[in-house]
């Protein structure tokens, strides 16, 4: 069974870096039938698509977004990261990892992380 | 960007009524590549229904997706105790976006 496990800091002070690892088992990052995501969510808010990345490196992010986010991927370890810059409270949310299938680009999420709360404060 | 706005904000229907939810996308959605997911409180959203109308590995069959372009439904033909929850549409045509949500409650 797939499973995806966010980590990483809780708290992040204002105009530092986010950074997130999701680590996946129970199948291999390298697979050409998926891409791997990061979906945040406010509290009490919807969903915003972050970005995503296929095994090769190929990577697609929010174009509202796009200025600050980094995704990258470590193929030995199973393991890909989300890094965000200069973030603000704005940023306060909890950040999904997410297995996306590939339709001829990233598609729907088929798998979650539980997901981890980041808080951004000084 | 594709914006999805989701109709009604929130649904008060009782167990066994059927419920209808609607997406409206601001351009065509290509190829109707649209997902539905349910999302419970303090859990990951769930996928329910993808390419507008596929229902998902698992997904009971009182849960229907339809529509294409701009305008897509979801459609609990009668609704379960475990179906109370909020609802999601995802445009992954270009760039992913997510409407606001539908928050389905009992009455």
């Known amino acids: 069974q797939l499973q995806l496990q966010e980590s990483g800091p809780g708290l992040v002070k204002p105009s530092e870096t986010l950074s997130l690892t999701c680590t996946v088992s129970?199948?291999?990052?390298?697979?050409?039938?998926?891409?791997w995501g990061w979906i945040r969510q406010p509290p009490g808010k919807g969903l915003e698509w972050i970005g995503s990345?296929?095994?090769?490196?190929?990577?697609y992010y929010n174009p509202s977004l796009k200025s600050r986010v980094t995704i990258s991927v470590d193929t030995s370890k199973n393991q890909f990261s989300l890094k965000l810059s200069s973030v603000t409270a704005a940023d306060t949310a909890v950040y999904y990892c997410?297995?996306?299938?590939?339709?001829?680009?990233?598609?729907?999420?088929?798998?979650w992380g539980q997901g981890t709360l980041v808080t951004v404060s000084s | 960007e594709i914006v999805l706005t989701q109709s009604p904000g929130t649904l008060s229907l009782s167990p066994g009524e059927r419920a209808t939810l609607s997406c409206r996308a601001s351009?065509?959605?290509?190829?109707?590549?649209l997902a539905w997911y349910q999302q419970k409180p303090g859990q990951a959203p769930r996928l329910l229904i993808y390419?507008?109308?596929s229902r998902a590995t698992g997904i009971p069959d009182r849960f229907s997706g339809s529509g294409s372009g701009t305008d897509f439904t979801l459609t609990i033909s009668r609704l379960e105790p475990e179906d109370f929850a909020v609802y999601y549409c995802?445009?992954?045509?270009?760039?992913?976006?997510f409407g606001q949500g539908t928050k389905v409650e009992i009455k």
């Open positions: 997410a297995r996306q299938l590939n339709c001829g680009g990233d598609c729907w999420v088929d798998y």
């Open positions: 129970g199948g291999s990052i390298s697979s050409s039938s998926y891409y």
């Open positions: 990345i296929y095994y090769s490196g190929s990577t």
């Open positions: 351009q065509s959605v290509s190829s109707s590549y």
């Open positions: 390419g507008a109308s």
């Open positions: 995802q445009q992954y045509g270009s760039s992913p976006t």
